[in-house]
């Protein structure tokens, strides 16, 4: 019978948001055992964020909620892969879909944005 994530190997687990509909990578965050059982209770991704030292519930401040449509973890059982219902269309607080927005170009020599921005960070976050 499979256990779960296992937060005794580390207090900090990577987490990849997973776009359920389309497949689309949005980001890498971190949990701790706290925000995991916090997602599990509310149904609603609850992330650990390392620069402010607190969770942090996705979408307090933007409105860009993430649901949980699926769990997986890996066979290490020190990463996990969460499919969601990315609410609002931006996952990064960047403003775009997805935080990996920019693709280094094909000659290699610059990184090019690729995502369409659809939310105005200064505005959302006023700073």
């Known amino acids: 019978m499979a256990v779960g994530p296992d937060f005794q190997k580390s207090s900090l687990l990577p987490v990849i948001a997973q776009d359920a509909a389309s497949g689309d990578v949005l980001m890498l965050a971190y949990m701790n055992d706290e925000a995991y059982r916090e997602t599990l209770r509310t149904g609603r991704v609850c992330y650990f964020s390392r ?11 933007s409105g860009n909620v993430q649901e949980v449509c699926e769990i997986y973890y ?8 969460i499919k969601v ?12 879909k997805s935080c ?3 693709r280094l170009s094909a000659d ?3 990184f090019e944005v ?7 960070p200064a ?3 006023k700073k």
Do not use: M, P
Request: one cysteine or more; aromatic letters at 12%; hydrophobic letters at 35%.
């Open 51 to 61: 620069s402010r030292n607190k969770l942090w519930r996705k979408g307090e401040e």
């Open 74 to 81: 890996d066979c290490d059982a020190d990463t996990l892969l």
């Open 85 to 96: 219902n990315q609410i609002g269309g931006a996952a990064c607080h960047e403003g775009y």
């Open 100 to 102: 990996f927005f920019r």
């Open 108 to 110: 290699g020599g610059a």
């Open 114 to 120: 690729v995502g369409e921005r659809l939310f105005d």
């Open 123 to 125: 505005v959302v976050y």
